[in-house]
Structure formats: C-alpha cells, structure tokens
C-alpha cells in the first residue's frame, strides 16, 4: 500500500520569509509526486509534478521541490512566501500505469503580514 | 475551454433523500474521478471512470453509485442521504496514455445532509 504524509497540518510564515511544507511518501515502486494548491471555496490545481526526470522540480508561482530518494521526502518550497500565496496545499503520490491519485491530508498555509 | 464543471455549486439534503451530482468536462479526457473533501483527511477517491461506460470503487465507495453514459460526463448518486456523506464533492478528469496525466479538477459541490 502506497501513502502520503504531510508534516503540520497549520504553517504560519512572514510574508517575504521562507516557505517550507513537508511531504514524506511510501511507495513500494517508484513514485510519481505532485503538489497541488487549493484556493478558498475553490478546485485543486496543479502546482508542480515529479516524474523521474530531473529530481528538482520547479512549479508555478516560484515554488520548487526536491525529490530524495533516500529520505523518501518530497517537500515543497519558495523562497519568499507572498500574501498571495495563503491556502492549503496537498501532496498526493500515483504510480506508472496507475493514475489513481493518493492525498495527503493537506497543509494550511497562513502568511504574516 | 470550461474545463472541468460541477452541477450544482451547493446542496441542502435530508437523511434519506437522494440526489445526483453531475460533472461535466470538454478536454476530451478519458479518465474522470470523484473526491470527498473532508477536514482533516485531504481527498479520498469514490469512484472512478477509465471510459465511457466503465466504472470502478475507489476508497470510499459505499453509499454511492456513478455513471458514465457519455465520454464527458460523470454522474455520482446518493441514494439514501446520510449525514456521514456531508463533505464537499470534487469532480476531476485526466488523459490517458503513458507518463504521469495531470489530474484536472472542478471547483466542487459542497453537500450537506441534516
């Protein structure tokens, strides 16, 4: 059985501080890895995908993540977090010849002002 | 392009009745899938579809039936509403093919069930 757990379910950074959100994965093939973001009272949206290419990924809206093999981590990162950037962000895992997706239970990220 | 639609936006129920959530998607996607959202929980699959025709349980399948009569439609039933199913629906869709399709998903029906 394959899962996703994500680290802290409530992340509070200051606006133009470093935005970290853990993702450890188990997976008994090799993974596919995605980090999706969903806005208030709205649809997920993709946000970045590990496909076994290049192990960092770089997404939309300055965020990247690095796939480790050895830590089975796929955690998410930006530099300088934005106001805009507030919403709750899930890391979800699927697998070649299976596009079943599975969620981890979400990240809730709130930014200082 | 409209994406991915779901009908309708939100939802009163009283335990027992029924009802059926549509989503609709024009990107000519094989693949569709139903979510619930529950705090706490992340998504978790209910059904899903790998054609027009065929359908397939999820993680959570019990207490909901789905179609899938046309290639970009998808249907998800509540026959008997339980106040265990309130949560907020989400419809999603992807390719098919080799590599890794990205899942497109709709804004969602939030349901409540009194």
């Known amino acids: 059985a394959q899962s996703v757990t994500q680290l802290g379910s409530h992340v509070s950074v200051s606006e133009g501080a470093l935005v970290l959100l853990r993702c450890n994965y188990s997976s008994s093939v090799p993974p596919y890895l995605f980090w999706y973001v969903q806005y208030p009272n709205q649809g997920l949206q993709l946000l970045l995908k590990?496909?076994?290419?290049?192990?960092l990924v770089k997404g939309i809206n300055g965020f990247e993540a690095e796939f480790k093999k050895s830590e089975t981590s796929f955690h998410l990162t930006k530099p300088s977090a934005h106001m805009s950037d507030a919403a709750e962000y899930f890391c979800a895992l699927s697998n070649f010849g299976n596009e079943k997706l599975t969620f981890g239970t979400g990240t809730r990220l709130t930014i200082i002002p | 392009n409209a994406g991915v639609t779901q009908t309708p936006k939100f939802r009163v129920l009283k335990t027992g009745q029924s009802m059926t959530l549509l989503c609709a998607q024009d990107?000519?996607?094989?693949?569709m899938y139903w979510y619930r959202q529950d705090p706490g929980m992340g998504l978790r699959l209910i059904h899903y579809?790998?054609?027009?025709?065929?359908?397939a349980k999820g993680e959570v399948p019990d207490g909901y039936n789905v179609s899938r009569l046309k290639k970009q439609n998808f249907l998800l039933g509540l026959e008997s509403a339980a106040p265990s199913q309130t949560s907020v629906y989400f419809c999603?869709?992807?390719?098919?093919?080799?590599?890794?399709?990205?899942?497109?998903f709709g804004p969602g029906t939030r349901l409540t069930v009194l």
């Open positions: 579809s790998v054609g027009e025709g065929t359908t």
């Open positions: 590990y496909t076994s290419a290049a192990t």
């Open positions: 990107m000519n996607h094989e693949y």
């Open positions: 999603a869709s992807s390719r098919t093919g080799t590599g890794t399709p990205t899942q497109y």
